[in-house]
């Protein structure tokens, strides 16, 4: 299959170099100097250095070039951060596009969207779309370590098409019809390693975090149900699944950001030293707000808001989670 993917991160990289293994794969980047050294070097030193560009993986900043090699019966890929969404798909809007699917855990900041509302307001509803998450470490899938995903559409046509395009045995891919469930848990999984984080990063210890996460799937679930994913979703790859992963393994961005701030480190000087997007950042304000709105209670959020852009420090915020009232428990 033909399979072009936009936004070489290490995300994007990593599944372009799995999918190469039996796909012709385009790997488009806007940097065209980081592009053209990544095509000679065989390797994306910037974001994913140290794992080899297969022989059929092309990295090219030629967008049109890309974008003509997903038409017809091939595949795009959106692989960029929740923020570069929009932008791309604007680009893409001229260009009679079939099948399409985005990479990226989150929220929109401004409009506090998920990802497949803004490809519908972007592409509308006339081509194929799906979301592709769970739990996935880029280094490990570059690696060819075993891992397993969940395509997310409302067409069995692309489930269908993204499963023969990526399924092998290293790469599982299980199919859902819950995009809504998908993508919160993805998203909200995020905010909820910057929490662990923090705690871990103070010493609390292993009770706590498994306390924050498992109070913390009872906030995706509440977000989930009043949006209008389902329960079952969550206790999948893309809820359960991705919340231990990004909770606990310390190839998290997210579980560092939440580390680096119980150190006492500013954002500014965490977000600089990432030098990768950590979607849990912009994602809690967004989060934080939609909650407010919506009248559903998630004070972890609300906490890890409070720590990033209220100015509270990280002991408090653990003090304000641990002082609240008893309750009967409830997901
Ligand atoms: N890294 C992982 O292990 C992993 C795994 C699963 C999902 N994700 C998700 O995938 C998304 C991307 O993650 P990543 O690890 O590749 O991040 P990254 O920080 O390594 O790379 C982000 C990429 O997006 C590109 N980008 C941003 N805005 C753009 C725009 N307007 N036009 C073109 N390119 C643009 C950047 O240039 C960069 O190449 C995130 O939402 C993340 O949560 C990441
Ligand atoms: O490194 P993070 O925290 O952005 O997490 C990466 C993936 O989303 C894990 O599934």
């Known amino acids: 299959m033909k399979i072009t993917v936009l936004g070489a991160g290490a995300w994007g990289t990593a599944l372009a170099i799995s999918l190469a293994a039996k796909n012709q794969v385009i790997l488009w ?19 994913l250095p140290g794992f080899p560009l297969p022989a059929n993986l ?8 890309a974008l003509r090699h997903a038409l017809d019966d091939g595949l795009l890929i959106i692989a960029s951060s929740v923020s570069g969404l929009r932008p791309i798909l604007q680009q893409c809007k001229s260009y009679p596009l079939k099948n399409v699917v985005w990479l990226c855990k989150g929220f929109e900041e401004s409009t506090r ?15 194929l779309a799906g979301a592709l998450s769970g739990p996935s470490f880029a280094q490990e899938v570059a690696q060819g370590l075993p891992c397993a995903l969940t395509i997310a559409s409302s067409s069995n046509t692309l ?18 019809d819950d995009v809504v469930g998908v993508e919160v848990g993805g998203a909200v999984k995020n905010i909820l390693a910057i929490a662990t984080g923090v705690a871990d990063g103070l010493g609390l210890g292993l009770n706590a975090r498994a306390a924050l996460m498992t109070r913390g799937l009872a ?4 977000l989930s149900t009043a949006l209008g994913g389902r329960l079952e979703t969550l206790m999948g790859l893309t809820g359960v699944g991705d919340l231990i992963l990004t909770c606990t393994g310390n190839l998290s961005r997210n579980r560092k950001v939440g580390l680096a701030l119980a150190e006492g480190k500013s954002l500014d000087l965490i977000v600089q030293e990432l030098g990768h997007v950590a979607e849990g950042v912009r994602c809690a304000q967004a989060v934080k707000a939609l909650a407010h709105d919506l009248r559903i209670e998630m004070p972890i959020t609300d906490a890890v808001a409070g720590v990033l852009f209220e100015q509270v420090a990280a002991r408090e915020m653990i003090e304000r989670l641990l002082s609240r009232d008893a309750k009967a428990e409830s997901i």
């Open 29 to 47: 980047g806007r940097n065209q100097a980081a592009m053209e050294a990544a095509q000679v070097a065989r390797e994306n030193q910037h974001y």
């Open 113 to 127: 969207l998920l990802p497949h509302q803004v490809v519908k307001q972007e592409l509308g509803d006339q081509i």
């Open 159 to 176: 489930c269908r098409m993204v499963v023969d395009a990526a399924h092998g045995p290293n790469l599982r891919i299980y199919s859902s």
């Open 219 to 222: 906030e995706i679930n509440r």
């Open 58 to 65: 092309q990295a090219s900043a030629d967008f049109d070039l």
